[in-house]
Structures are given as C-alpha cells and as structure tokens.
C-alpha cells in the first residue's frame, strides 16, 4: 500500500465538513434568523410576508403655490391604505387631510383639475371595481359640518334621485362649484350639472 502522503490535508479538510455541516444544520432549523430569504421547508408557510414602502404621487395647484400629496401603502393581504396630504409647493408644512383603507380590487386616486381655484378644496376619485365615487375635502383638514368631514358627490346625488346616470366629475366651474357631466339610462349623453358645495344641490346647465 502507498503510505499517506498528506495526513495534515486529510484532517483540514474534515475539520472543514464539520463545521460546515453545523452551519448548514443551524440555517434549517433556525430560518428566522434570516429574515430576508423565503422558506419553504416541511411545514410549507412561507416566511417574509411584509408590506411594501409607501408610493407617492403629487399634484401642484394650478397657481403653483400648493401641493397635493397621495401616499399609498399596500398591506400584506393586499388591501390599500391611502392617504393625502396638503403642502407647500416644496413639499413642506404637510398637513394629512385625508385617509382610508381599501380593498385589494379598490384604488383611489388624484383627478386631473383636483383643486379648487382658491386652494382651499379638492376632490378625489374612489374607485371600488363596480362604481366611482367623488370626494371633496377641505385643504384646512376642517370637516364640513359635525357629520361630514367631506362631501360625497356620488352619494348625494343618489339620495336626490335624480333623472340621470351620475357619468363623472370634471373639476371646478368656481371655488364653490363642480362640474358633473350625466348619462341617460340607455348610455347616451345626458345635461351637464353644477354640484353647489355650501348648499348640496345639483343645478342643470342650459344645453
């Protein structure tokens, strides 16, 4: 038989497999340890379900001396958590006027024309998959009235009944005033409205 040539070698190497063989073994048994990797060992959960940073988008009034920020957050079973924030141009001094979580299939969103041309008011878009709805809300962060800390221009015109199909909101006539275009119910074109902020009502627009 040959002799061994190289004993120290063969003891280095299986002082190596040992250790290596303890590091291996801690990992599988110890997965939170690594909180960034996914396991998928016998139990089949799946580790490192987290929520995502929020995504910000923001809209400058037309005057450009305020912002509007949306920030959105998604949560680990998908539902939406939106909220908004009045600011200066440069994005300080923010002050949160607005906020609601949604459901996964919802979204809400900032519209083109979204403030009012004296700043003071804004309208945002709800989307829940089936309808929209409007929402108009004060710069300040003051609600409307005790029971309204904003208007929903969608539900209000269900509650007068009126003759048409609520199509969309456009933006703004006057600090005020909101322009509404309608459907009839076979889809065609129906008479645009002005939605009166201090008093609710809905006036239709000569054609």
């Known amino acids: 038989m040959l002799p061994h040539k190289h004993p120290i070698l063969k003891i ?27 396991s998928t060992l016998a139990t089949g959960i799946v580790v490192s379900a987290s929520a995502s940073p929020a995504a910000e988008i923001q809209a400058h009034a037309p005057d450009g001396t305020a912002n509007l920020i949306q920030r959105t957050k998604i949560s680990a079973d998908q ?19 607005f906020t609601r979580t949604v459901s996964p299939v919802a979204s809400m969103s900032i519209p083109f024309n979204a403030w009012a041309p004296d700043n003071k008011t804004v309208f945002l878009e709800e989307n829940d998959g089936v309808a929209k709805k409007y929402l108009v809300v004060k710069v ?8 309204e800390q904003f208007l929903e221009v969608a539900g209000l015109w269900g509650e007068k009944k009126m003759d048409y199909v609520l199509d969309t909101v456009t933006g703004w006539a006057s600090p005020t005033l909101l322009i509404l275009t309608t459907k009839k119910e076979d889809g065609s074109k129906g008479p645009n409205y002005w939605f009166e902020i201090p008093s609710r009502s809905f006036l239709i627009l000569a054609s």
Request: glycine share 6%; proline share 4%; aromatic share 18%.
């Open 12 to 38: 280095f190497i299986a002082i190596a497999c040992f250790f290596t063989g303890i590091y291996l073994l801690t990992r599988y048994q110890n997965p939170k340890a690594y909180p960034n990797s996914i």
């Open 79 to 97: 539902s939406k958590t939106y909220s908004f924030f009045a600011a200066d141009v440069d994005g300080k001094n923010q002050q949160q006027i």
């Open 140 to 147: 300040s962060g003051e609600r409307f009235s005790k029971n």
